[in-house]
T-cell receptor, first 115, second 113 residues
């Protein structure tokens, strides 16, 4: 069964450094998302991406963050100048865009630790 | 602003018991609701998506119901097994046409052998 994959599974970085989190969505899906979950808290939406542009973003998704689909398979989240509070599990998700099936399929996550 | 609440926060049951997990949401103008399972330190596995036009959706031992007007959904798990132990999350779109999912904090289920 097709699944969303994410790399790396864990990343440790120093405060102020840039990180890039990578995702390969399900191949025929058209919508892509990033969510994050700070330890012990709810899963929070960051951004959605469709047709090579951001379709929706949350107030969390400020100028520190950017997303890109550099080729036909990868979807990346870049965090510039990381802060301690960026430590969280970051989930990528994708959905087909088929009317009547808005199921979002999530990847296994990247655990980011900012020291 | 859409908010999602799940009760109880934790539930412990003996193996074989039938159980119900509850989810409530504040803005009933949703077009679907999705239930997920999350194992410790892992990603989210989609269990069921129920459209606003449906009242129920079934997958194996799982049955989700949706009462949009009252802002509630339940996830019924029949004949629970230790492998069902996980945190169960419900999520709804922020508003009618939004792709953004708003999550509850989840119910942590433990099924004891």
């Amino acid at each position: 069964e097709p699944e969303v994959t994410q790399t790396p599974s864990h990343q440790v970085t120093q405060m102020g450094q840039e990180v890039i989190l990578r995702c390969v969505p399900i191949s025929n899906h058209l919508y892509f998302y990033w969510y994050r979950q700070i330890l012990g808290q709810k899963v929070e939406f960051l951004v959605s991406f469709y047709n090579n542009e951001i379709s929706e973003k949350s107030e969390i998704f400020d100028d520190q963050f950017s997303v890109e689909r550099p080729d036909g398979s990868n979807f990346t989240l870049k965090i510039r100048s990381t802060k301690l509070e960026d430590s969280a599990m970051y989930f990528c998700a994708s959905s087909s865009g088929t009317p009547g099936d808005e199921t979002q399929y999530f990847g296994p996550g990247t655990r980011l630790l900012v020291l | 602003k859409q908010e999602v609440t799940q009760i109880p926060a934790a539930l412990s049951v003996p193996e074989g018991e039938n159980l119900v997990l509850n989810c409530s949401f504040t803005d009933s103008a949703i077009y679907n609701l999705q239930w997920f399972r999350q194992d410790p330190g892992k990603g989210l596995t989609s269990l069921l998506l129920i459209q606003s036009s449906q009242r129920e959706q079934t997958s194996g031992r799982l049955n989700a119901s949706l009462d949009k007007s009252s802002g509630r959904s339940t996830l019924y798990i029949a004949a629970s097994q230790p492998g069902d132990s996980a945190t169960y999350l419900c999520a709804v779109p922020r508003e009618g046409g939004s792709e953004k999912l708003v999550f509850g904090k989840g119910t942590k289920l433990t099924v004891n052998p």
